[in-house]
T-cell receptor, first 114, second 112 residues
Framework: EPEVTQTPSHQVTQMGQEVILRCVPISNHLYFYWYRQILGQKVEFLVSFYNNEISEKSEIFDDQFSVERPDGSNFTLKIRSTKLEDPAMYFC????????????FGEGSRLTVL | DQQVKQNSPSLSVQEGRISILNCDYTNSMFDYFLWYKKYPAEGPTFLISISSIKDKNEDGRFTVFLNKSAKHLSLHIVPSQPGDSAVYFCAASDLTGNQFYFGTGTSLTVIP
């Protein structure tokens, strides 16, 4: 069964460092997403991406964050300078275009900031 | 602005009994509703969905009910099994089908 894969499963970084989280969406999906879940809190939308550009982003997705699809398979989330409030599970998800249909989530990347 | 709300953070049910998880939403433009199940340290996995044109969708032990006038949906699990113990998230999408809003989750514990 096709799945969304994320790497690394756990990223430990120093505050102020850049972090790149990687995702390989399901191959025939066209919409890509990043969500995060801070421990004990809800799953929060960060950004959606379609046709090589951001289609929507939340208030959380400020200038510290960026997304990129550097090739035909990877979808990355970059945090330029990590802060103490950034630790969370970051989930990548993908979906076929439009209509009804569910998001398929990856296993998540846990970010720890020291 | 919390457009999708799950007011019960946790629920405990005896094995074999019915689990009922509730979800409310505020946006009348939501067109499609989903339930996701999440185990610790794993990503959410899709469980069941319902379109706004229906009021019920059933898949095995799982049934989702939608009450559009009340902007309320519920997930029924019958009979509940210990393996159902997880966090359940309600989600809604808009007419584009490409933007999803999640609730805060309900942690279900099924007691053997």
């Amino acid at each position: 069964e096709p799945e969304v894969t994320q790497t690394p499963s756990h990223q430990v970084t120093q505050m102020g460092q850049e972090v790149i989280l990687r995702c390989v969406p399901i191959s025939n999906h066209l919409y890509f997403y990043w969500y995060r879940q801070i421990l004990g809190q809800k799953v929060e939308f960060l950004v959606s991406f379609y046709n090589n550009e951001i289609s929507e982003k939340s208030e959380i997705f400020d200038d510290q964050f960026s997304v990129e699809r550097p090739d035909g398979s990877n979808f990355t989330l970059k945090i330029r300078s990590t802060k103490l409030e950034d630790p969370a599970m970051y989930f990548c998800a993908s979906k076929t275009l439009g209509g009804t249909g569910e998001l398929f989530f990856g296993e998540g990347s846990r970010l720890t900031v020291l | 602005d919390q457009q999708v709300k799950q007011n019960s953070p946790s629920l405990s049910v005896q094995e074999g009994r019915i689990s009922i998880l509730n979800c409310d939403y505020t946006n009348s433009m939501f067109d499609y509703f989903l339930w996701y199940k999440k185990y610790p340290a794993e990503g959410p996995t899709f469980l069941i969905s319902i379109s706004s044109i229906k009021d019920k969708n059933e898949d095995g032990r799982f049934t989702v009910f939608l009450n559009k006038s009340a902007k309320h949906l519920s997930l029924h699990i019958v009979p509940s099994q210990p393996g159902d113990s997880a966090v359940y998230f309600c989600a809604a999408s808009d007419l584009t089908g490409n933007q999803f809003y999640f609730g805060t989750g309900t942690s279900l514990t099924v007691i053997p």
